[in-house]
């Protein structure tokens, strides 16, 4: 198949899992085009069936706001057209799907019709696209997808909530590649990090109000208090200053690292003992199930889809959220005790397993050969049409 993947290239969760679902359909043999404004953090472009299509902007002095979703919905006819692309694939529904749905119609028009696959992933319903300024634009997107699919059970149960949705919406969890190289977990890399006795307890995220920063902070400051530990705070935004001020209130800043973004997320979960994702909102919570893939634990609230990932008393726990003292509790319950870790540590990867590439993969790619099939079926019976009509 010929796909387009429309994503945002960030660190975020939607631009991750958008790369690593292309990625690993080029692997398996399909033209996979990348569609967005610089390229994705995760992509590496080192196979031949997999494209990177920027698209850019220009600047002119009557834009206050710059027209992305016109440059977008032009690049989209643009690349169909050229590469004879068979399947729109959009994450993250704002401007994804309202400039997807554009390109549609410009290519209708001009005798294509190509059916388009929206993913909504959670802030994209939950937060932003619920803001009144956007919700009849997101609603009207989302109900003009071919087919739409939502990372939880939870997301989609929202989304019917929130919006006046009048198709079906498929759950199709986030996933993990298990088989890749886990082999450099090791004593050297792990001292570099912490002493002997330290526990490592990693939070990864984009520093938005949603993770509630703050209780990561006051969570740790508990723990320190009864076990030896360090906390890795991972990736950039706009909490992060808060953070740093906070620790040295406490007085923890030599206990916390702030490493800032980094592309080493795998080295850093190698050496983790616990992860923290106390969030406001979590439709998925693809970090902690990177990390559960690593083995690593997970104390998390249990907001939104974290329940469906995270699960209670196994891979970790789950607690309201801002209920600090009982996530600091539950995460001592974690690591006190060498065995009792080591157990959370292997229920953690037994559970990562449930969402394999392998299992959830099929998923897409039944959906994408059944909406191309009923394409064509449909531009058959245009071809076929008596002249009278
Ligand atoms: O969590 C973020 O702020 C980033 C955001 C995104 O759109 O990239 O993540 C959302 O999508 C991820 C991938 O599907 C999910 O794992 C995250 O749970 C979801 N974030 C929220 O719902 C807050």
């Not at 494209?51 to 690049?75: G, R």
């Amino acid at each position: 198949m010929k796909i387009a993947i429309v994503c945002y290239p960030t660190f975020g969760g939607s631009g991750v899992v958008a790369t690593e679902l292309g990625l690993e359909l080029a692997r398996l043999g399909h033209e996979v085009h990348f569609i967005t404004y610089s390229q994705p953090v995760r992509l590496a472009l080192l196979n031949p069936n997999v494209h990177y299509h920027e698209v850019n902007v220009p600047e002119y002095p009557l834009f206050h706001y710059q027209p992305y979703e016109l440059a977008l919905s032009s690049k989209l006819v643009d690349m169909v057209k050229l590469y004879k692309i068979e399947v729109l694939h959009v994450h993250y529904a704002i401007p994804h799907a309202y400039a997807g749905y554009m390109a549609k119609q410009m290519l209708k028009d001009e005798g294509i019709e190509i059916p388009m696959i929206t993913t909504l992933h959670g802030t994209d319903i939950t937060l932003v696209g619920n803001h009144p300024h956007y919700k009849p634009a997101v609603s009207f997107s989302i109900n003009k997808s071919d087919v739409v699919t939502s990372v939880s059970q939870s997301l989609k149960d929202d989304t019917y909530k929130l919006f006046k949705i009048k198709r079906d919406i498929h759950v199709i969890p986030n996933f993990i590649e298990l088989d890749k190289n886990r082999e450099f977990n090791g004593p050297c890399q792990r001292s570099l990090i912490a002493k002997k006795d330290e526990r490592i307890i990693t939070h990864i995220s984009n520093f938005r109000k949603v993770k509630r920063i703050p209780d990561i902070i006051r969570i740790f400051h508990k723990i320190q208090q009864q076990i030896p530990a360090k906390l890795l705070m991972v990736g950039d935004g706009p909490e992060k200053e808060k953070a740093e001020l906070l620790c040295q209130e406490l007085g923890i800043l030599e206990k916390v690292i702030f490493f800032g973004n980094s592309n080493e997320i795998d080295k850093i979960l190698s050496n983790s003992d616990l992860f923290l994702l106390p969030s406001e909102t979590e439709s998925f919570g693809l970090a902690a199930l990177e990390a559960m893939a690593w083995g690593v634990p997970v104390i998390s609230s249990n907001s939104g889809g974290l329940p469906e990932v995270n699960f209670d008393g196994i891979s970790g726990y789950l607690s309201n959220v801002g209920n600090i003292d009982e996530m600091a509790e539950n995460a001592l319950k974690i690591l006190k005790e060498d065995d009792v870790l080591c157990q959370f540590k292997e229920n953690a990867l037994s559970v990562a397993k449930k969402f394999d590439i392998k299992l959830i993969l099929p998923l897409y790619i039944d959906i994408y050969e059944k909406a191309i099939k009923k394409y064509a079926k449909k531009s058959n019976k245009q071809l076929t049409k008596p002249e009278s009509e």
